[in-house]
Each structure stands twice: as C-alpha cells, then as structure tokens.
C-alpha cells in the first residue's frame, strides 16, 4: 500500500517533460521539467583538450551548472557579478562531470572536449540530478544526430534525489520538502543498475543501514522509470531523425 | 517599393513571439522570440536599496545581462568561471538599466529594488534590444498583475536594432548582418516617440547625416510596430487576469 | 583468511599517530598522522555569527581545508597566490563541516562560531576523512579543557576512506591507491554505527549493489576502529588535566 | 544673438590647451586640458597583437581609461586596489578605442598594437571625449614624429559632448552641468564631417527629434572649432622638428 | 675631491622642481620631478577611519601608489586592468604609509583619514623616495592653507636613495644606475636627522659596515639638500598665501 | 653586564630547535622553532623557469610565505579565501626571496626555479626572520643530500629581528614585545658578515644614527649565534647521511 505525501506517494517521481532544440547552435540541447523544477543543458563540442591530455589520444569531458538568479525563491546572487562561482556550484558540476564521464569513451572523440552547459530555469528541488539526466540525453541526442560517434556513447546515465522527510523516505525531493529534509541523498546509476556516484548527507540527522537499503531501493525504482522515459523519448526522436 | 535582404524587407521587423510565466518566483518573466534570438527576462523585487538613496525615499532599479554560454555560434566562457563580466557585458547591463529607469518613477517603490535579469538563451542579433522591451513587458505584468503599483510605470519604452549593412540601411540585423555592418545602432524610444538612447557606431565606417536620418527613421517604424505588439499582448493578456 | 597489499591487510587500517598543543593560539589543536598522511587541524572559537543566524540563539560552526602547497607529490599552486580556492578544496572542506555540524548542537555555544583549520602538511591519500578525525578530536578536547561547554558535543564522529583497487574492495587508501582505484567512497559515521556522509564514486568504473554493502563493511570496521583510539587517546588526555 | 550659461555662449566651447613631451618613454603623450577638465594622454607600440590576429598580417589599437583617485570632487576609489574596474570605465575604454580605430588603418602596422593610455588628471566633465581628441592627437604626433608610418593614420577623429540642461541644448558641459542635464550626448566624428559614433542618453528625460537635431548641431560646431586648434597646433608642432 | 658619473657628482642630487595646484579638487596636490622622474601626489581628506580605529579618537593616514602604464621604459601593464596591485607595488605604498605616519599626529584629526595619492608619470629611479617627498609636502601645504591644523604635523620628513654602483656609492639613483646596481637603498630622515626607514638590499651583492656608513652618510647629505629645498619652497608658498 | 627582560637578557637569543623531514616530497623541509615561534619550510625544485630567463642559462629561487590561520593571538582570515595575499604577505616574501636569491648561484641550476614555501605555524614575532633562517637550511640539506649541486650554494645567510621596546635594544623580539616596540629591524647577513638586506621601522618613533649602531650591532650578535646552530646542526645531519 502507497503511502502519500499530498497528491504524490512517497515512491512516485514527479511528472518528467523533454523538450529539445532550445539552442540551435548546440550540438543538442535539452530542456528537462520535472515537476517545478527546470533545467536547460546543452552540449558542446569543441577542439581542444586539457593540457593533462596533450598527446593522449583521449577527449575531455566537463560540466558547468549555474542557478539563473531569478530561479530561486529568493534571488540569488548572479555569480559573474560577484565575480566568483559558490562551494556549491563547484560542488555540483564536479558531480555532473565525473557521473557523465562515465558514460562516455574519452578515446572515442580524441582531442575533442564535450562542454556541457546546465541552466537552472527554475529551482523546485532535485536541480543537480535532473542536470545529469538532462546532460546524458543530450550525449544520446548528439549521437543520434550525427554528432558523436556511435563509440562514444558506452553507458547509460540517470541520477535522483531520495531522502527522509519528517520519518518518511521519499524518492524526488521537491523544494519544501529537501529544505527541512533530515538525510538528503542523490544517486547516479547506469543503465544496469550499477552505481555511479552515492552522496547521501545526514543534514539534520544521521541514518541507519536499514535506512540506507530503503533510500537506495527508492532511489533505484525511481532511476529505472527515468530509463523508461528516456529511451521512449529516444525512440520516438529517432523516428523523427 | 521594398528591397528586400533574403525573404524580409529591409524595414521588416523579424516575427516576435511573447511567451510568460517562464519562471515563477519572479514578479513578471518574459520568454521574447525575435527572429532567431531568444532572451529571457524577469523581474524580481526585492525590499533593499544601494546606499546611495538611504532615506531618499525612493526606489532603484537595475539590470543584469548574460549570455548563457551555449548561446552564441561558438560557445561564450561562462563569465563567472572567468570571475569577471566582460566590457561587452557591463556596458549592455548599463544601457538597459539606464533605458528602464526613463520607464519608471523611482518614487513610487520607495526603499524597493526592480531587478531585471536579462538571460540570452540564444543569440541572433539584437540581444540587447530584445531585452529592453523584454523587460519593459516584466514592468507592465507587474504592473497588470498588481506586483506593482500603477504608478510605478511612467512610460512605454522600447528598442531596435537598425544597421547599414553592404550600403543598404537595414532593420534588425541578424548576426549574420550585425557582424558585417559598417555601421550599427541601437534606439530607445518612449510611446510617444521621443529618444532615450541613441548608441549608433561606425565599425566599419562613419556615416553621414543623411544616413543618420534614414537610421532614425527606420528604428522608428521598427519600435512603433513592436509597440503595436506589446499593447496586443499586454490587452490579452489583461483579459485572462 | 586475510588479504594482502604489501604488508598491509586489506581491511587493516593505516598506524595512526596523535599529538596535540601545536598551536598555542587555538582552543585545541591536533597533527593527525596515518601512515604518511599527516593533517593539522586547529579549532578556533569566536565571537560573531553570520548573518542567516542574527537573533537565533544558534552558534555556528564551519571548516576550511588546505594542502600546503609542499605536501603532495608535485607541488600545489598556492590557492591564495592564485586567488581562488579550487573546487576540490571547497568541496572538501564543506563536507567536513557539514559533518562536524552533526556532532555539536549548535544551541549550546549561541553567537559563536566555531572554525576548523585543516592544513595537509604531508598527502598520501585519505587526507579529507583525517581531516574529519582530527577536527572532532579537537571539539573532544576543547570540551575536556573547558573551552566548550560539555553538552556543544552531542555525538562521536569519525571517517575513513574505503574503495575497489584492481578489483579489491580495500579500507583506507594510500595515494598509490586513490590514484588507480575503480571506486573511491569516504564515510563518515556517528559512534552508534549511524551514517552521517556517504560519498561513493565510481571514478573508473560503476559498483554493484553488493560491492557497495563490502565498501560499507569495511568502513564500519575502519571507524570502529578509530573510534577506539580516539576514546583510548581522551581518557590518557583527560588523565593529564 | 547668443545665450549665455555664466561668462559662457551655450555653443562656445571651454578653451583648450595642449601641451605634449609628458612622458618621455611613450611614442606621443599629450596634456589636454579643457576649461578645468586635464586629460594625460600615451601612445605606446608594442610588437604584439591579440590572438585573433594571428597571421592576418594586421595591427590592431586599444585604449585604457582611469580617473586618478584625486580627479575627482570626491575621491574615487582606485580600481587597482579595488580589483577591478567599474562598468563605467570600460563602457569608456571601448568608446575611445572603437573610435580611434575609425582613425587608423590597420593594415600599416601589421603585428603591432598601439596602446592608447588616458589618464583623467582632474574631471570637470567631458573626460571621455576630451580623451578621444587627446589620443587621435597621439596618433598624429606619432606620425609627424616618424614613429608611425603616414599611411597608419586615416582619418581625423574629434570628440565633444552636448546635453540639454534646464532646457536648453549646451555644448561641451562641465561636470555642474552634466550631473543635472536632462540628456547627456557623446559625439565623435570625422574631419570630413561623418559621424563615427553618437552615444545619447535622456538620464532624467527623453528627448525629441528636432532636440537630437540640435544637439548634433551644436556637436558639429563645437568638433568643427576643435578640428581648427589641433590643425593649428600640428602645424606648429611640425615647424619645430 | 669630488667623483662624477657624467655631469653629475657621485653626491649629488638631481635638480628638484616643485609645482602645486595641479588637482583642484585635492587637498594640496604636488608635481615633484627629479631629474628625470615626475610624481604627482595628492592628499585628500576624509570623513571616516578603518574599523581598528572606531572610537578611539584618533585619525589615520594611507598612501597609496601607481606607475602609470606610460611611465615606464616598457610599458607596464595597469594593475586596474590586471585586477590586482604588484607586490611592488603594496611593497612601495606601505612604505610610503608608515614613513608618513611618522611625521603627523594622529590625534589632531580624529575620525578622518589622510590619503595619499601617488602617480609616477614618468619613472627614471627613486620614484618611491620622490612619493615620500611629494607626500610630505602636500601634508605642510594643507597646514599651510588651513586643511589641516598646525598641531596635524609633528615632523618634517624626506628620503632618497643610495646605492652601490659599480663599485662607487651614489646618491639619487637614476634608472640606468638602479637596475645594476649591487646595493640599493632607501633612506626616509627626520628634519632633526634622525632614521624613520632604512631599507637597504644587496640586489646583486651585499655591503661591508663600512659600505653602509657611506650609504648613510649620502643619504644623510642629499636628504638635507631635500629639506632646504622644501623649506624655501614652504617660505614661497606661504608668502603668496 | 646583561640587562634582562624576564628570564632572557636583552642581548639574548630565544632558544632555538630544528627538525627535518617533515615533508617527504619535498627536495627539504625544516620544522624551525625559536622560542615560541614556529615556521615550516620546505624546498621544491621544479623544472620551469620565469619567462624572462628564457635562454639564459640560469635558474631562479622564489618564496612564499603564509601565516596559518590558527597561528596567531586572534585567528587571522586565510588569504586563499579571501581571494587575495595581503600585503604584508607580499612585502614578506619579496624579502625572503630576495635574501635566499644572494645565497645561491643561479647558473648552477639552469632551467630550475627553487620554490621555498613558509609556512607559520606558530606566530610569536620574527615570523620572517625564522623564514629566512629555515629556508637557508633548506637549500644546505638540499645540497647535502645531493638534492643541489654544491656550486648551487654561493654564501650562508641568517637573520634576526632587532628593536627598541621601551628604550631598551632588544635582540629577537617576541610578538609581546614587537607589538609595542618603537622601532623594528630585520636584518639578513652573510657568514662573511656583511649585510643583505637591512630594514629598520620606526613604527612609533625614529632612531639616532648611534641607536642604529646599537641595533646593528645586537643583530650582528645574533646572527653569529644563528650561523653556529645551523653549522653545528648540518655537521650532525652531515653524519647520519
């Protein structure tokens, strides 16, 4: 039996839109709702590596992620004007980079770096993890469309929050609920349901390893119907091609 | 008779499209659609003022301006991991401040602050303009939503883009036109057809007072028509309220 | 039967080695080795707050983490020459002081805020969860001196690093380790088993579910086992007061 | 019949003085003084150009803008300790090089980079056109001193600023008059009478056609008589080498 | 017997010129060139003080110090630009600071703060010193014209540098002398002769005790040289008052 | 006969202790305490050089140098935060630089800068005197452990803090007694004893040419005592290589 938390159970995603095409001179371009929350990413693909790599015969990957000012309840501070990106933006695209590297061959696009962009239109909870499903789809997108090569794309990537609010765990976290949320976890996992990346944070409290099985388990159904979506997204994008 | 560039006459705006309600912790967010070139703007209203103005009585406004990176043909570094905004970018963020404020009176929100995000999702020429009158509409829904008072908005405000461009005096130059124009200007106007800003520069070439007329002359039809637009749309929209 | 790398087991801890009073100035201090990892953590307490907690009867209490710039293999750039903190550095120390917050109560030292400086003399792997340690030895030892009222500390916390090397789910990596580990995952527990932080990356490869259960194990031994020279290290301390 | 503001027509320029040999290490220097305004104008070369030149067989020109700390009424706060400099300071940078390029060709000094450095010795209004006219002047005196080929130097280039204070249109406005002036208008054209950039601004009102009419009159006569002077003293000038 | 370095004996100063009134705004501003090496400096005085001093009852005094970009043999690249101030820089407007300090009491102008402006318009050595100087002097003007009050200025103070060049102490180094030299000092004395600052450096060798008295005893000359010219120049000035 | 403050006589050194290895990547460290006192150095050799030395055949020696933010009275804010070194910092490493650079033959390392790295960890007065001292040794066991040729090693260097405190000259003063000394002096000698580098403050007053001796000659003392520790210290190092 369900358990609810206003309209939605407590293990039940909020509803999932895809839109692309926002950007044309992108290699693709995603704009990811999920409930309230809406992100805009973006790929690009650009000649040019790291210095670490000269001479590797490998391609890069990196993310950048960033709260337009007026997404949030309150605005936030816009970062180029203060003139330097917060702990937690450089926390957040190092997530997104690292998740998404996993799902690509670096040697399949040599001395080639796939810059991916996240945009938060709107901050409504889960912003982090739905820039990684947003980010993914647009590899697959590219792919798709020509842009990369078939071999770079090995994995796939999808990422949700779950967490314990007022004793229950609960799978995609808006907003009013992660701000008073005790333990606030986000899981990145492949097509295979493997693990990619686990960062779960006691905020206002710690958790057993009971706890952990149930947010993990949450966590998984609710990747897993992200799959779904996405692949039906592909598929029908793939007609359209 | 018309000369036409391509499909579009000279004189001929590129369609607009208007879409609101984009983002909604703003007071007002406008999606502008011109031709190719996508700005979002919003306005968020916040209970502070710069120091300057403590105890004058009166309000501030301001405005912010970015190209998210994905949004120009070759992919614009983010300024905030740069740590500082171009020339280019605070120079764009002053005019659209300095053209807002003539819209408004500043003492009908006292100790308040309008500040109106500019973000360019894609980038087609004439940016800066779209953004005015992007962020004209924010002060009129507002407004019209009852965020802000009637008397806040002293006037209708708007702006264009005009060019010479391989001789010819042109309306709205795509960047494609833009980036080969001799000369190239952007105008404000009031509703009542007076100037607020005239920026016009001879990039690649100066221009005489004939020239200057003819500019002038088509930066007024292009904004009287874009005030047709925006009255349209602030009337339908009125009905829905 | 155990397993081997070098001489070490794989679920054998680094020797871990404490001495404290480096630093005068500090309300308690501790240089932290674990093999040759070597962390020196000083616990300051002042008087102010930030602004989010203004008339809230809270305290406060943050972390700032450092590598010196002679302490790894190749020399770091100085982040203060640079300018900037890098992202890993900020990432670092806001885990460690979202940890360390779950092991005060806040309410207990209001208007006051407590700073953890971790500065890394020597590097080789493990140094963000030797950070953690020392850090709570400090708080430990600032209640046992009477610089912090007893009931500021409210829970036991330690960390360590587990990860997958060369398929060998292995406890508290070396640097030759971290750096050709599949999966890398800190943890830090509270001293009734609970978790506070999970960050588990599969930086070279995905992990199953039951790899993560094996990483979790392992750590829990590790903690426990630092626990326990924690507690043997403050009962000699407090013999000496 | 003239108006007068005090001792002054409103279209009578304040009277201007130059004097040259400042700074002995520049290509040309130029002291520019006009009524209480002083601007100390450099012209350096440097055997280098902007990447996006590379190989283009192409020079290029720059110039930099700053109001030493004691220029001012109240003393500005030096952008160098500040770390950067203010919105207004580029917005002027990029006027004063965009119009001397007007002046130069390119193509005459290819690799090389004339760096145009204006220092604001004391601000009584109009410091950025009074800048203009002190670096075009640089540029001729750099020519006539063999340090620039005569084919570098393409045009004349004047500036002045108009404005409409308590109602009446007013040329070249001291800084009593520009902090109250109703519009605020930059002008810069060439000796052959061209407009190569026009920047005019309704700070505290908009302004009608006919007014721009004006305005760019007066600008027209004021540029007119500044041309005569700088003729005059490179004829001089030139006498003497 | 005197030695000669061209024209000029080893102990000899460069002829001094001493104008004032250049920054109207200013509270005294001076124009100090020494053979070859032109300072302007500015003192401004304002109504607050750093926090260390908040009820204290006392002033303050800062200097602060720039090359113009044009002042140099090569051009140096503005710190405003850059975004931040050389370690020369600081080094050079510290030094300025304390030296000044000593020669003003701070208890006669209580919450204001003296700041100094420092411009090098051209640099041929010892542009630090001729700061100092010209520092001074704008404090004894502001006495002297009522700024300050009298008991604001307890000492008469000056410098100049010395050096070991090619093997012969040297009094007032030009540039050409500065960058070879083997020892370089500067010294900053009171009008009772005694020391307020002695920096001396072996650039490219150290000195003997004996070397050192040389040093000292040029100085000690050429800052007596510097006060006569002062004095007379205060006796003008005052005398036109 | 001695005159005394406490326990230590005016002419006295604080008891000095070394201890190396601490940090085993670097090519030597040294754990330098004096008294209360407490700096970490550390030397790197990296393989690049400044651009200026391009092709010169030489090498080049940098240093830096940092107060830990724990190590002070009050917790002092750590620079890479702030975003910028302050400029005491500078002024300090400039000195260290400049006084290790007259110890070492640059030609002996071309192509190599030597990078020092100070750390305070504890801050009880003569922080950059210590530097100086620690650093030298450094280089010395860098060229015993054949880390350095022995050509690259040129001159000893030492160096003391001298002051007046309360009309006393003190050798090495404590931060107790720097912070209300009249005046301050650092001195840097070679084994020879000749001077490197002298800079004396009157911070609260200046000094006669006989008080000048009187410090001098108290510094000249010290740094005997320095220079036998070090040569006592490196003969027993010397051994157990």
């Known amino acids: 039996m369900n358990q609810y938390r206003g309209n939605r159970a407590l293990d039940q995603l909020r509803p999932i839109e895809i839109k692309t095409g926002i950007q044309k001179y992108a290699a693709a371009s995603v704009l990811w709702t999920q409930g309230e929350t809406k992100v805009l990413a973006a790929l690009t693909i650009e000649d040019e590596i790291p210095p670490f790599l000269t001479g590797k015969k490998s391609g890069w990957l990196t993310a950048e992620y960033s709260l337009l000012p007026a997404s949030t309840q309150t605005r936030s501070v816009r970062e180029a004007a203060k003139g330097k990106q917060s702990g937690r933006t450089l926390e957040i695209q190092r997530l997104i ?3 998404l590297r996993r799902a690509v061959d670096l040697k399949a696009f040599p001395d080639q770096t796939l810059k991916i962009d996240c945009e938060v239109i709107q901050a ?118």
Chains 1, 2, 3, 4, 5, 6 share one sequence.
């Not at 980010?135 to 071999?151: D, E, M, N, T, Y």
């Not at 998984?220 to 799959?227: L, Q």
Request: proline share 1%; aromatic share 6%; net charge negative.
């Open 124 to 241: 409504d909870g889960g912003t982090r993890t739905a820039s990684v499903c947003a980010a993914w789809l647009c590899l697959a997108l590219a792919v798709q469309g020509g842009k990369l090569p078939k071999s770079a794309l090995v994995a796939e990537i999808a990422a949700i929050s779950v967490g314990i609010v007022g004793g229950d765990v609960s799978l995609d976290l808006e907003y009013a609920e992660d701000s008073r949320a005790d333990v606030d976890m986000n899981v990145i996992m492949t097509g295979r349901g493997h693990y990619v990346e686990i960062q779960g944070t006691g905020e206002n409290g710690d958790f057993s390893a009971a706890e952990l099985q149930s947010l993990l388990s949450y966590a998984g159904k609710g990747i897993g119907e992200i799959f779904e979506t996405e692949r039906t997204f592909l598929k029908e994008s793939g007609k359209n091609e």
């Open 97 to 99: 980079g690292r998740g």
